[in-house]
């Protein structure tokens, strides 16, 4: 991993803004996560959503880690650039039926409600096939991150509930084009009490799964979900996150169960790190409490400040003159189009190039065409001769 003001020539002559993604970090990130994984036997799914780029999705793949998708594009896509359709999972409250039929024959899909599973299994037995299901549970763990990022709470609409378990079994008993496979559990993103908020997790999903045994169900898996956290703030101290920590977590929290294996499913801590915003300075307005950078990368780019206010840091990779306070901003007409209020840079003039970091994973992702601008393209460190 270089660090990004080597590449200052070589991005001057590119049109702004652009993601570049560090392809050796992400190579780094993949051993790291697949060595730790192997040393607590868990299987790993990537989670798609987090960044469909095709050469990420190569390397990824290549690892041999399965997928974990959101839509039915995404299984195409996961399938598209390597992934075996037998190791891609397909959670989602709202899979529509042109969606299933397309998916039947994927590792999993990850129900999320009764409805849904007898859904499933009409169309698996239109087609004649059976279809592996497993039972997406929203366990009620407070994951304490963002309340958007939030996902096992009573509150949020995502699997299945304590009221509907018993339903769920009897159902499952009743059905003939479905087989069940196990039990899949999410309760959030950008999870940094590890400890805390996957033990409660684990113990959850234990009682749970005690229950479905109960009723006569054989699990094969039992799935805990993505949600570690990455480095925001120093990335370049934290460029790999803490896989070790989290499956050391899980596996020591989750009892384990002959013949029941664990995935985890990483969307985020996989390619976040590896991931920049480069954009150009455009202009410099100066007034008397503050000095405003704008910048030609908007909330169209990269949604994450403007919509959960989350921090990314910004670093000039222009300039190393001592540092001055900015309000950044993007150009998008909405207030909210800010980058970083009161961060000091590398002082800094226009056609300076500055790198929002760690926007690796929902960041290109989430873009859009708001105010009809260009999406940024994506340019990789293996292409640079640097
Ligand atoms: N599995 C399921 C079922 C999920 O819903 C998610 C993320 C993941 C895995 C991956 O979780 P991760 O390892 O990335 O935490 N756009 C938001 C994050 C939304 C996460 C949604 N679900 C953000 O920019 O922070």
Not at 119 to 138: F, H, K, T
Not at 233 to 239: A, C, I, S, V
Not at 316 to 335: F, K, R, T
Request: aromatic share 10%; net charge negative.
């Amino acid at each position: 991993m270089k660090d990004l003001s080597a590449y200052k020539n070589a991005f001057s002559v590119i049109e702004t803004p652009f993601y570049f993604y560090d392809t050796e970090l992400l190579q780094r990130t993949v051993d790291e996560v697949s060595r730790a994984s192997a040393k607590y036997g868990i299987d790993v799914h990537y989670a798609v959503k987090a960044n469909v780029e095709e050469r990420l999705l190569q390397i990824i793949s290549a690892a041999g880690i399965g997928a974990d998708a959101v839509s039915g594009n995404e299984v195409s896509r996961a399938v598209e650039c390597g992934f075996p359709k037998n190791k891609v999972v397909f959670a989602g409250v709202g899979k529509t039926d042109k969606e299933i039929r397309q998916s039947l024959g994927i590792e999993a899909f990850n129900v999320e409600s009764l409805q849904e599973l007898e859904v499933i299994d009409s169309i698996a037995g239109a087609e004649g096939v059976m279809a592996d299901v497993s039972l997406r549970i929203n366990p009620g763990v407070d994951a304490h991150t963002h309340k958007f990022i939030t996902t096992g709470l009573e509150a949020n609409k995502f699997g299945l509930v304590p009221e509907e378990f018993q339903a769920a079994a009897d159902l499952l008993g009743r059905l003939k084009n479905v087989r069940f496979t196990g039990l899949h559990f999410h309760v959030g993103s950008q999870i940094t009490d590890i400890q805390e908020v996957f033990s409660q997790e684990c113990a959850r999903a234990n009682e749970i799964a005690g229950f479905f045994e109960s009723q006569g169900l054989k699990m094969e898996h039992i799935d805990l979900g993505g949600g570690l956290g990455v480095d925001y703030l120093t990335p370049d101290q934290n460029p790999v996150p803490d896989f070790e920590l989290w499956f050391r977590t899980l596996s020591e929290n989750m009892p384990r169960r002959e013949g029941v294996r664990l995935f985890a499913e990483p969307g985020r801590s996989l390619v976040a790190q590896c991931g920049s915003l480069i954009t150009k300075v455009l202009y410099i307005k100066k007034r008397t409490s503050k000095t405003f950078a704008v910048v030609d990368a908007g909330m169209n780019n990269l949604v994450r400040p403007a919509l959960y206010g989350a921090y990314h840091r910004i670093d000039n990779i222009c300039s190393q003159a001592p540092a001055e306070v900015y309000d950044i901003v993007g150009p998008v007409c909405e207030s909210s189009d800010v980058w970083g209020t009161d961060r000091p840079l590398a002082s800094c003039g226009r056609g300076d190039l500055l790198a929002i970091r760690s926007a690796g994973a929902y960041g290109s992702v989430m873009s859009s065409s708001y105010n009809l601008r260009d999406k940024a393209p994506a340019y990789f460190s293996d292409d640079f001769n640097i």
